[in-house]
């Protein structure tokens, strides 16, 4: 009996800094294309290493960047048109007018709905974050997978995640 079968494996995703990045803009100012359309400003070559990813560890995804703001189904519209396969399921809630760091955000989400991953706060450990900023809690250290604006998102970020889920016993080891 695996811990997938217990609860979920969730990443609690950032999207400016992580979907999009320098490199994806440097690159995005040589061709032709004007960013006109919000999915425009998703790199889709990240979007399919994430897709990748969460077939991997069988992870549902829960949107905690600003974008969130415009409504989870703007965001599912957006990131479905960049060519996203994931599940989302839900957004984090808004704490930023109380004083709250992004971690306050994630950990608020995990404690309302502890119902459905079926333990407590405490105990539940089978999640990822993406994020190019570290406005976490403490004990969310070992779950923070850090990028940066220059490149964002990377397939050695993705391997690290992957190796996460793995070491928690959350997805098989040989798929
Ligand atoms: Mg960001």
Redesign the pocket.
């Known amino acids: 009996m695996g811990r997938q079968l217990e609860t979920m494996n969730i990443i609690f995703l950032?999207?400016?800094?992580?979907l999009n990045c320098q490199i994806f803009y440097t690159n995005r100012k040589k061709s032709k294309n004007i960013i006109e359309h919000p999915q425009d400003q998703i790199c889709t070559e990240r979007v399919e290493w994430l897709n990748q990813l969460c077939k991997d560890v069988n992870a549902k995804v829960v949107i905690s960047?600003?974008w969130r703001h415009s409504g989870l189904d703007y965001c599912k519209d957006v990131l479905k048109k960049a060519g996203a396969t994931f599940d989302i399921i839900d957004k984090t809630p808004d704490l930023r007018h109380e004083g709250c760091v992004r971690g306050n955000e994630i950990n608020l989400w995990i404690e309302k709905n502890k119902e459905m991953l079926g333990v407590w706060r405490s105990d539940f450990n089978s999640y990822a974050i993406i994020?190019?900023?570290s406005d976490m809690l403490y004990w969310q250290r070992n779950n923070l997978f850090l990028?940066d604006?220059y490149s964002g998102l990377t397939p050695n970020t993705c391997y690290r995640i992957k190796r996460h889920f793995e070491q928690l016993g959350c997805v098989p080891a040989c798929p």
């Open positions: 950032d999207i400016d800094g992580v960047s600003t994020d190019d900023d990028t604006t």
